[in-house]
Nanobody, 116 residues
Framework: VQLQASGGGLVQAGGSLRLSCASSGSGFNIYVMGWYRRAPGKQRELVAQ???????YYTDSVKGRFAISGDNAKNTVDLQMNSLKPEDTAVYYC???????????WGQGTLVTVSS
């Protein structure tokens, strides 16, 4: 499974962006889809996650501002980011993995820059 992320860019604080991640190829049954980010000088952080059972997870700092959605049939996952803050500036990576976690794939990363 290969993942292609898109939608990053430069936005002013308070603005919105939508990240998209599309998969191609075959390899494993996807159960979990999500987005991580790595801000400059910081560790990678799980931002949002969606499971095949419909459970959603958001890190505290994005709750109420970000929304993850996915299409299990198409194996795509989007991240709608609203009310963006400068601290949201990071490279965002999409990922997908199997139920057990034994198989996973990562996108190439897309840069989100939020100016103050």
């Amino acid at each position: 499974v290969q993942l292609q992320a898109s939608g990053g860019g430069l936005v002013q604080a308070g603005g919105s962006l939508r990240l998209s991640c599309a998969s191609s190829g075959s390899g494993f049954n996807i159960y979990v889809m999500g987005w991580y980010r790595r801000a400059p000088g910081k560790q990678r952080e799980l931002v949002a996650q969606l499971t095949g059972g419909g459970n959603r997870y958001y890190t505290d700092s994005v709750k109420g501002r970000f929304a993850i959605s996915g299409d299990n049939a198409k194996n795509t996952v989007d991240l709608q980011m609203n009310s963006l803050k400068p601290e949201d500036t990071a490279v965002y990576y999409c990922y997908m993995r199997s139920f057990s976690g034994s198989h996973s794939s990562w996108g190439q990363g897309t840069l989100v820059t939020v100016s103050s």
